[in-house]
Structures are given as C-alpha cells and as structure tokens.
C-alpha cells in the first residue's frame, strides 16, 4: 500500500525517524555483541559495515537508475559535499562513538552522543536570529534525563567521564549533528540511497588505511555472522536511510530528538533477549523519552 494516500508529509517524516532510531537501537545491541563477546575491534567492525552498507545501497541503486549512478560526482561542488558527508558524518560519527565506549563505557558515550540535539538546535537558533522556545527547551530536557536515567539505570557513578571519553563524546555529538544537518539538500535532489550509499563508501574508503581490516582475524561460526549480517542490513543500511529521509519532511532538529527512541528499543531488546528485569530508573527514563516524542510529534 502506498503511505503517502493515509499520511502526511510530516506523518512519513515521523515514522522514519521512528523506524531509523529503533532499527539503531537494535543494531546496537547486536553491534555491542560483536564488539564486547566476539573481540572484533571498533576500527574493523566501522570500516567494513560503511563499505558493505554502502556497496548494497549502490548496487540496488545501480539496478533501478543505472545511467545515475555517477551522476552525483558530475555536479560542480557536490563532490565536497559528499566527501565532508562522508568523512565528518558517516564514518565520524560511528568511529568517535565506540571510541567513546572504549575510553568510558556504554552509557558514558551515549549520553554525551545523545548532546547532538541540543548543537542541532543551537545552530537553528543561531541561523534564525531568535532565542529557544520553551516547548524546544523542554524535549531537550526530557530527552536528556530519560537518556540518562534509561542508559545508567540509577547508578549515576557508572558515567566515568575521564578526559578521553570526554574528548570522543563530544566529536560523536558533533558528527551526530552534521550528519544529520549537512546532507539534507543533497537528498531532497538526490535521493536517500544514492547519496546515503555513497557517504558510505567515502567514509569506509578514507578509512582503509588506517583501520586495515584485512589484517584482522575475525570469527567464522554461524552466530558471528548472523549479527554482523544484522548489523549490516538492519543496523547501517536501513536504519541511516530511514533517519536521513525523515529530514526531508521534518525539520532536522525533530529527527534528532525522536531519535531518542533508540535506547528505549535497545532496552526493551536486550530485556527480550537477555531476561532482566526494568527497574524504577528505567520505566521513569523510557516515560520521560516516550514523553518527548508524543511532544515532537504533535508539532
């Protein structure tokens, strides 16, 4: 059935953002497997899922509109465009944020990743000329302490904030944030795929030469490759492209702060898949994000 005959514009902008950050949430839990139980390394594992991601996104591209392929890197300036997407979104954001887990922890770094609504929102309030409003100032509250609450389940020592994780973090926020912000025009002319796909292969291609992948051993058993498999399709290719075509939609600062999904689904995930149980900390973070969302969504 076709979405656009029962929603709106702004209704496809929503569920995107929604879908992109649950797909995040679930990709992660499978991408923490990898990284903490399997032994892959951080630089392996954001290499090889931006050349993969990429390569898919492309090849299907290539299967629908063929003659277009290349067409982006004929287009005066847009090939800076691409590479900046590319190096300082895609690949950035990925690397700095297990960079961050490794020098902290894995509520740590997603606490100062999930700082990138509040620089996405200050970059509006600067081009605009005008001071937040107190509806902005509230999702942005909730959406913090829900995090915080969700990701540390009331034990607040847990985010050691050493100077490193501090360092990483706030680069993962950064790249959050120009990810999210700086390929909205080419998308609107582009199209999600093409310009999704190829933001990956610029990212995983600048990064080759110093992740070296090939030179890492890397498990071969069944399980191994069904979550990385998963992170792959689910977690990179689907879940990016369905984020980044909400902001055609809806204001980048929206996608972002529904974005805060993403912890709640990764919770609710591991609870199905690991059998603990919520505490009070965290039914109290996931009301206050699902809060923020029902506040974004109503407009």
Excluded at 119 to 135: A, D, H, N, T
Aim: with cysteine; aromatic share 12%; hydrophobic share 55%.
């Amino acid at each position: 059935m076709d979405s656009s005959r029962w929603l709106s514009p702004r209704g496809k902008g929503i569920v995107y953002a929604l879908l992109g950050g649950s797909l995040w949430g679930v990709g992660g839990v499978a991408g923490e497997y990898l990284l903490m139980e399997r032994g892959v390394s951080a630089a392996w594992l954001t290499a090889t899922r931006l050349l993969l991601g990429g390569f898919l996104l492309l090849a299907v591209e290539a299967l629908r509109k063929r003659r277009l392929l290349f067409s982006v890197w004929q287009e005066p300036g847009l090939c800076q465009s691409l590479f900046l997407f590319g190096i300082l979104g895609m690949l950035a954001t990925q690397y700095c944020y297990f960079a961050a887990i490794k020098a902290s922890n894995a509520p740590t770094a997603t606490i100062l990743q999930f700082l990138n609504p509040i620089l996405i929102l200050g970059w509006y309030w600067l081009s605009e000329r005008r001071w937040p409003r107190g509806r902005e100032l509230l999702c942005i509250l909730g959406a913090l302490v829900g995090t915080l609450c969700l990701v540390t389940r009331g034990n607040f020592g847990t985010l050691a904030v050493s100077g490193a994780a501090l360092f990483w973090g706030l680069l993962s926020a950064g790249a959050a944030a120009v990810y999210t912000i700086q390929p909205r025009h080419m998308i609107t002319h582009h199209g999600t795929p093409l310009i999704v796909g190829w933001g990956m292969m610029v990212g995983g291609l600048c990064f080759l030469p110093l992740a070296r992948p090939w030179g890492e051993a890397v498990p071969g058993d069944i399980v191994f490759g069904g979550a990385y498999t998963f992170v792959i399709i689910f977690g990179t290719v689907l879940s990016f492209s369905l984020y980044l075509m909400s902001t055609t939609y809806i204001a980048p600062a929206e996608t972002s702060l529904l974005g805060a999904v993403e912890p709640v689904v990764s919770v609710l995930f591991s609870l199905w898949l690991f059998s603990f149980l919520l505490n009070g900390w965290e039914l109290f973070g996931m009301a206050l994000i699902l809060g923020t969302v029902i506040v974004v969504t109503r407009g």
